[in-house]
């Protein structure tokens, strides 16, 4: 709640983005740094968290929905006018096209206003008497407490924000770790943070996560935790609270998205489509397709002509008109892309494209890989990033084993131009996934939709509507109906 001068060690910040130095050796930029705090910053910040709340008698959670509305109001035209600002810093630090780091920018926007919209219908119905067997009982939506949020570096704005805001409109405090990439764009609100947020209200805690993160949920302080993150570091950090089972949990996590195309689907849409949902932003979202599951009669004409749409995407720098493929955040990212092209060829599969899986510092060629098999680190792992893994099926009980037998259960897509097909395929599926796409890409908009998965790919649902509720309990004022009442 107040900005703290900082002296102490610094964290560098590299851009996805390389230049080649004097040795000829192409290295990331250094574009900025954020401060490293420890575990003296991160305690100063939750013991913040933990005064603003005050057991729910603070002035944040005490104050009426239409008061934080406007603080909230506050916040968005403050935070409106940073958006050159911040679509740069996405371009450089995860290297996103400016295109896409506009509308990543803009989304949010609508986002908060619709979070906004939402909360005023909700606070209506809130309002509402119910009269049950001579009981009377008001509904009201009462704040969790303490929220720590932590959001990915794909959408570094939007998806910490998708819990941020209705965290923070519910009337919790929140503790905000940045993401490792895209943690600069949060300077540049820190002043809007400021102006709109009584103090104590939204806490920014910096450093290294494993330092800091432990720290604060050890201390039984945090009462939920979102994580739009990897599943492994979700059920890491549960354990690390002492009541887990009182802690909840709103987590996005991973996903290994397929697409399953029928003989009778209009192959230049299937293409289209399949191209969009797994190369977007290159592959870098839990939504992307991860898996296209062909039928073995299309499977050659399906190839080839992916081939030949995917070729005439353009790579470049984020900044370039008409970019598709840019630079991903770092080296690790494009050594492991290597590694699962290595091990998939390994293990008998083709990369069909010419330029697939050459790399020039953080610039890394789509791969399609053909045909892939359940040997290949590729059938299961999902490689978040430019590779295209397509498996051909002779029989649609293969396809749907393939999502049953998954440990995620985000979306799916089928494409087929027989409604009697879709009929057919949708109920198996939708009991898998929580997103059954006919003749489209997997995606996460529009965000008033639910968002969510099942098994190892989510905790807790998304989206406008839901996620106020998600953040916060269902609590209730209850009286006898007496004359007095009645009259
Ligand atoms: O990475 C997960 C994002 O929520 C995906 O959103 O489908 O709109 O790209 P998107």
Redesign the pocket.
């Known amino acids: 709640g107040e900005l703290v001068p900082w002296t102490g060690r610094t964290v560098p910040v590299l851009s996805a983005i390389c230049a080649r130095h004097a040795d000829g050796r192409l290295r990331q930029l250094e574009i900025g740094s954020y401060p490293s705090g420890g575990a003296a910053e991160a305690a100063s910040a939750l013991n913040a968290a933990v005064a603003a709340y005050d057991q729910g008698r603070g002035p944040w959670p005490t104050m009426t929905a239409g008061e934080r509305i406007g603080c909230m109001q506050v916040f968005v035209s403050r935070m409106a006018k940073h958006r050159d600002a911040i679509a740069e810093l996405l371009m450089f630090e995860i290297g996103k096209s400016r295109a896409d780091s506009e509308k990543e920018f803009d989304r949010t926007i609508d986002y908060i206003r619709a979070t906004i919209e939402a909360l005023k219908a909700l606070d209506n119905e809130n309002s509402r008497f119910h009269l049950v067997e001579g009981t009377i009982g008001q509904i009201r939506r009462t704040p969790l407490g303490v929220v720590l949020c932590m959001g ?1 570096y ?2 570094p704005l939007n ?1 910490t924000f998708a819990t941020l805001i209705p965290a923070l409109i519910m009337g919790n405090t929140v503790l905000l770790k940045p993401p490792r990439f895209g943690a600069l764009i949060f300077d540049v609100l820190l002043d809007a943070f400021q102006a709109a947020f009584p103090k104590g209200v939204v806490n920014m805690v910096y450093g290294p996560g494993s330092e800091v993160v432990p720290l604060l949920l050890e201390s039984g302080q945090v009462n939920a935790l979102t994580l739009i993150g990897s599943s492994r570091v979700a059920d890491h950090l549960k354990k690390l609270h002492p009541k887990v089972n009182r802690l909840r949990a709103i987590l ?1 996590l991973d996903a290994k998205n397929a697409a399953i195309v029928l003989p009778d689907a209009d192959i230049d849409l299937a293409v289209r489509e399949c191209l969009l949902g797994a190369l ?1 932003f290159n592959g870098q ?3 992307a397709l991860k898996m296209l599951i062909v039928h073995e009669q299309i499977v050659e004409t399906f190839t080839r002509r992916f081939v030949q749409e995917l070729d005439k995407l353009v790579l470049g720098m984020p900044w370039h008109e008409g970019v598709s493929i840019t630079p991903v955040p770092d080296l690790n990212k494009v050594r492991y892309m290597a590694d699962l092209l290595a091990d998939a060829q390994a293990h008998g599969a083709q990369i069909l494209n010419r330029r697939g899986g050459v790399s020039a510092g953080t610039l890394f060629y789509p791969a399609v890989v053909y045909p892939v098999t359940e040997a290949m680190k590729l059938y299961r792992e999902e490689q978040f990033g430019p590779i295209v893994p397509i498996m051909p099926f002779a029989d649609i009980e293969t396809a749907l084993d393939y999502v049953v037998t998954s440990d995620h259960g985000q979306q799916v897509s089928i494409f087929t131009s027989s409604p009697d097909e879709v009929g057919r395929l949708v109920d198996p599926l939708v009991n898998q996934v929580c997103r059954v796409n006919i003749n489209c890409q997997c ?3 529009p965000d008033v939709f639910p ?1 969510t998965g099942r098994k190892d790919s989510a905790e807790g649902t998304l989206s406008v509507t839901d996620a106020l509720r998600s953040f916060s309990i269902r609590s209730m004022i209850a009286a006898k109906q007496t004359e007095a009442s009645k009259a």
């Open positions: 990915p794909n959408y998806e996005g977007s979202r839990c939504t995606q996460r908009g968002f």
